[in-house]
């Protein structure tokens, strides 16, 4: 192998095993909501909007009552309401931004969202009797 061959393979290698080594934010976007981790509860409105989807949003909120306006909006909106198409523009591109920072139970996750995916934002959940709810942002 040639001088310039193999600084090219080694060079390929070494950002092969850099890459492997930046930790991956997994987004569980999917029709199944996990209630156990909240980053399934928040990535579960990301599917609603990509899709189309509204059957679980009325779930998603905390059962008590206690989440904010913003939230319950959220959980309330469905094809056909007002602001469904926003809630759509807005969480269509949305995914997540870092990891949970559980503290007891309460959990706050980052989030990007809006028309370019570019917005932050976090999401606080809380827990209640082992299953995770959307709480306030």
């Not at 492997?20 to 997994?26: N, Q, R, V, Y």
């Not at 909007?49 to 909106?77: K, M, Q, W, Y």
């Not at 523009?89 to 995916?117: C, K, M, T």
């Amino acid at each position: 192998m040639s001088s310039p061959a193999l600084v090219a393979a080694l060079s390929a290698a070494i950002a092969a095993s850099v890459a492997g080594c930046a930790k991956e934010i997994h987004d569980p976007i999917a029709a199944e909501v996990d209630f156990r981790d909240p980053k399934s509860v928040t990535a579960s409105i990301f599917y609603a909007a990509g899709h189309g989807r509204s059957e679980h949003l009325a779930g998603l909120c905390d059962p008590t009552g206690a989440a904010d306006v913003n939230t319950r909006r959220i959980c309330a909106t469905h094809p056909g309401a007002p602001d469904w198409d926003s809630f759509r523009r807005a969480f269509a591109r949305a995914r997540l931004n870092g990891e949970p920072r559980v503290s007891g139970d309460h959990a706050r996750i980052d989030f990007l969202f809006g028309p370019e995916g570019d917005d932050s934002e976090t999401m606080e959940l809380v827990r209640r009797d082992g299953r995770w709810y959307l709480s306030s942002f």
